[in-house]
């Protein structure tokens, strides 16, 4: 690349940053990763356009109902993504929520959600909870809005664009001093679920809690989903999404790349940093470049899918 | 009485003393648990006489639950300075744990 040219990329680049989002483009063909800064990729809309059809916008950890010094108004911090979302060029077919929708579980909070969510262009939406949704017993207030797709249970499959999508739920079966839990039901599910289905259906799996141990001192992990691996391994292409840990976090390990999203609400600070992974304040003006949204293009040739992380920058 | 304990009867003692008169006195000690900024249930371990009444306050920015590992009693979500109580009748040990952060692990020893 000439220099001249690599200047005038820098300058789109930048232009770009002023009033789009920035974050990491990461296009996916074979099981590998090839990140590329998104408002470089913006500045290219055409090479952009050609690697795929935007499939869907991953949002998380809304917390709506926080209220502290990391974030006081969550609210508005949703508000932002889902203009982000309604903004872009392509409106994607769906909306993945990988939980934390509410911070205590309260009826009042599910309800401003679901107004703030009302103002989606795109209106299907899919959603699984984490454990700030079901802090009550019976989750009534999660299934009670949202328990319709899996009969109350809490996991369920679709098909959307030749995609088979998976949501699954791991924050009810807790263990004192341990991690998330799938349980023997779900897994027994899965497996009945994904039998008979082709090894080149590209599968996106999603749940709350991590799907592999990212770090177990605080309980970020899911205990038996090396068993649910197991039952993916056969497939060509498959993208395991969660969220609860409030900031990216990646692994590709043959056909399988993991991804963890950023929270709409508030940072959580790196692994083992601090007490514990509560809320990470930071200054006021830096919030904007730790929150964020995650959306998924679907290639067709060859057929996978990329995933695409926007702050709210 | 271990020393731990006796501290924590006194502690008792004076948060019913300023309570105000209403308060009748109770023939075994209220203890409280702090639930510490950092994660952590403090103390972890507490012994207290059949009858007593056990009083977690969260004092973390995030919320935290107390439930029972024998499903005898389970809080609603705590948000910061929010407090749950439970009354202990029966002499036994009783194991608990926030079901948000479920590395945070405490016990109750009743006599």
């Given at each position: 690349?000439?220099?001249?040219?690599?200047?005038?990329?820098?300058?789109?680049?930048?232009?770009?940053?002023?009033?789009?989002?920035?974050?990491?483009?990461?296009?996916l063909a074979g099981g590998v990763f090839s990140p590329i800064d998104l408002a470089v990729a913006a500045a290219d809309r055409q090479a952009t356009a050609s690697l795929g059809k935007p499939l869907f916008v991953q949002i998380s950890d809304t917390h709506i109902g926080f209220n502290k010094e990391a974030n006081p108004d969550v609210g508005a911090t949703l508000s932002r993504s889902i203009d982000l979302v309604n903004g872009l060029a392509q409106q994607p077919?769906?909306?993945?929520?990988?939980?934390?929708?509410?911070?205590?579980?309260?009826?009042?909070?599910?309800?401003?959600?679901?107004?703030?969510?009302?103002?989606l262009r795109v209106t299907e939406m899919?959603?699984?909870?984490?454990?700030?949704?079901?802090?009550?017993?019976?989750?009534?207030e999660y299934f009670n809005r949202f328990g319709k797709a899996s009969g109350n249970k809490g996991y369920y499959s679709f098909d959307h664009a030749g995609v088979h999508f998976v949501s699954l739920i791991n924050v009810l079966q807790f263990k004192p001093g341990g991690l998330g839990t799938l349980g023997a039901e779900q897994l027994a599910w899965v497996a009945q679920d994904l039998k008979g289905r082709s090894a080149s259906t590209p599968i996106v799996v999603f749940a709350h809690m991590p799907l592999w141990t990212i770090y177990a001192p605080w309980g970020w992990g899911t205990e038996d989903?090396?068993?649910?691996?197991?039952?993916?391994?056969?497939?060509?292409?498959?993208?395991?999404?969660?969220?609860?840990?409030?900031?990216?976090?990646?692994?590709?390990?043959?056909?399988?790349?993991?991804?963890?999203?950023?929270?709409?609400?508030?940072?959580?600070?790196?692994?083992?940093?601090?007490?514990?992974?509560?809320?990470?304040?930071?200054?006021?003006?830096?919030l904007p470049d730790v929150l964020g949204v995650t959306s998924v293009a679907l290639v067709q040739h060859p057929r996978a899918l990329r995933l695409d992380d926007t702050t709210l920058a | 009485?271990?020393?731990?304990?006796?501290?924590?009867?006194?502690?008792?003692?004076?948060?019913?003393?300023?309570?105000?008169?209403?308060?009748?006195?109770?023939?075994a000690a209220a203890s409280t648990i702090v639930m510490a900024k950092?994660?952590?249930f403090a103390p972890t371990s507490i012994?207290?006489?059949?009858?007593?009444?056990?009083?977690?306050?969260n004092?973390?920015?995030?919320?935290?639950?107390?439930?029972?590992?024998?499903?005898?009693?389970?809080?609603?979500?705590?948000?910061?300075?929010d407090s749950f109580t439970f009354r202990f009748d029966k002499p036994g040990t009783y194991r608990y744990a926030c079901s948000i952060h479920p590395r945070m692990v405490g016990t109750i020893v009743v006599r």
């Open positions: 690349m000439s220099e001249e040219r690599s200047l005038t990329s820098r300058r789109q680049a930048l232009k770009c940053l002023a009033y789009g989002g920035a974050g990491t483009l990461f296009t077919a769906l909306i993945l929520h990988t939980g934390d929708i509410t911070h205590l579980s309260k009826a009042a909070e599910f309800d401003t959600a679901q107004q703030l969510f009302s103002r899919h959603t699984t909870p984490g454990e700030h949704d079901t802090a009550d017993a019976t989750v009534t989903a090396p068993q649910l691996m197991e039952q993916l391994r056969r497939f060509g292409s498959v993208t395991v999404l969660n969220g609860h840990i409030h900031q990216i976090v990646q692994k590709v390990e043959g056909n399988m790349t993991f991804h963890t999203a950023r929270s709409t609400a508030y940072p959580q600070p790196l692994a083992g940093q601090g007490a514990g992974p509560g809320p990470l304040k930071v200054p006021t003006e830096q | 009485m271990s020393l731990r304990g006796l501290l924590f009867s006194c502690v008792g003692v004076l948060l019913l003393c300023a309570a105000g008169p209403a308060v009748q006195a109770a023939s950092d994660f952590m012994t207290v006489e059949a009858g007593s009444t056990v009083t977690w306050t004092k973390d920015d995030e919320p935290h639950t107390v439930v029972s590992a024998e499903g005898l009693f389970r809080s609603a979500a705590l948000d910061t300075d």
